[in-house]
Nanobody, 122 residues
Framework: VQLQASGGGLVQTGGSLRLSCAAS????????MGWFREAPGKEREFVAA????????YYADSVKGRFTISRDNAKNTVYLQMNTLKPEDTAVYYC????????????????WGQGTQVTVSS
């Protein structure tokens, strides 16, 4: 399966962006999906994850209450709605697919998209 992330850009503090992760090659309806981010000089970190059932959703503490992960299986796409953005949210955002086990861990995922840059200006 190929994952294509899009929707990044430059936004001011307090603004919003919606990232999309479009999958091709296979349906992701039964995949656990996640979003991670990597800031310059830092390790890739967990942002949010949504299981295939859409039941229990996970968020990093740093984004809880501001970001929302969702999925549209009919469109084979996962979204990350980001509100009240802060400069510390600046990073390349990656979507990940077919997670198993601890969904907050990078190693849980089989597939990765190419990343989309999010820059939040102060």
């Amino acid at each position: 399966v190929q994952l294509q992330a899009s929707g990044g850009g430059l936004v001011q503090t307090g603004g919003s962006l919606r990232l999309s992760c479009a999958a091709s090659g296979r349906t992701i309806s039964y995949y656990n999906m996640g979003w991670f981010r990597e800031a310059p000089g830092k390790e890739r970190e967990f942002v949010a994850a949504i299981p295939w059932s859409g039941s229990t959703i996970y968020y990093a503490d740093s984004v809880k209450g501001r970001f929302t992960i969702s999925r549209d299986n009919a469109k084979n796409t996962v979204y990350l709605q980001m509100n009240t953005l802060k400069p510390e949210d600046t990073a390349v955002y990656y979507c990940a697919g077919d997670g198993s086990g601890l969904l907050k861990s990078k190693s849980a995922y089989e597939y990765w998209g190419q990343g989309t840059q999010v820059t939040v200006s102060s």
